[in-house]
């Protein structure tokens, strides 16, 4: 697969989310697994976690377990493979979603987060969501102190706004490689935000890129011009989806999650797809 720069490392243009793998209707921990593999096999080097992606109490960072099992059991060699995980999000007992961006939090998520994927240091840790109780330079500023410690290599912001993406960046400089936003053709509002990545250097991560694991089977019948370049293409409205983001800026790497081998596939064979001038602007149109 060809390959894609965040920071200082090389990873395979498309990415692997592993969400749908440890939330509401994930499969069990085999098929999970041959999941893992089939992206690792596809060349999706970059999978995109989070301590916050598991059930309820029962069951905390069930996806940084997961992908350590998974890692561990792969024939091949991962030493390749960049696992960004995030902190700041947390699962209160009944499984709703809260936030915790304070310094002191970051700091115990990510010694939690070390000890489930057992690394010495985290590639790639990104702060999950701004926290309205905790000002953002204070959450940032534990990332800083997290890389000089040697915690993690490098440091990502996720769902951040322009103003946000440049106070992190003054704060983390160089250390400060990755903004993972919502981006899909149904949320097209990360533009800006896609745009600055690039000007400053950074890798832009569309979370959620094919619309969400509620709605990303409905992309072709929601998104008529993503329908009829597949047709024109022969391939799905999803690949096709992929293949548009890529096309974007150099900086763009999606991570589409999936809970079948099938999916995988097919999200790993859009880098092979490229769209003509007149396709790219009937879905840039939307």
Known sequence: M????????????????????????????????????????????LIDTADAYHLDASDPGHSELLIAKALAAYGGDTSGVLVATKGGHTRPPD????????????????????????????????????????????????????????????????????????????????RLVAVQNQFSPAFRSSLPELRLCAELGLAFLPWSPLGGMADA??????????????????????????????????CVVPIPGARRRESVLDSARAVELTLSPEQLDRLNAG
């Open 2 to 45: 060809p390959t894609r720069r965040i920071g200082q490392v090389e990873v395979g243009a498309i990415g692997f989310g592993a969400m749908p793998l440890s939330v509401q209707g994930r499969p069990g921990e085999q098929q999970a697994v041959a999941t893992l593999h089939t992206a690792l096999d596809s060349g999706m080097t």
């Open 95 to 174: 499984g709703s979603w809260a936030l915790d961006g304070s310094p002191a939090h970051l700091r115990r998520a990510v010694e939690d987060s070390l000890r489930r994927l057992g690394v010495e240091a985290i590639g790639l840790y990104q702060f999950h969501r701004p926290d309205p109780a905790v000002p953002y330079a204070e959450s940032v500023g534990a990332l800083k102190e997290l890389c000089d410690a040697g915690k993690i290599r490098a440091a990502g912001i996720s769902n951040a706004d322009p103003a946000q993406i440049r106070l992190a960046h003054g704060i983390l400089g160089d």
């Open 217 to 250: 089977a409905r992309l072709g019948s929601e998104h008529a011009a993503f329908q009829d370049v597949a047709a024109e293409t022969g391939v799905s409205p999803q690949r096709v989806c992929l293949a548009w983001m890529l096309a974007l800026s150099p």
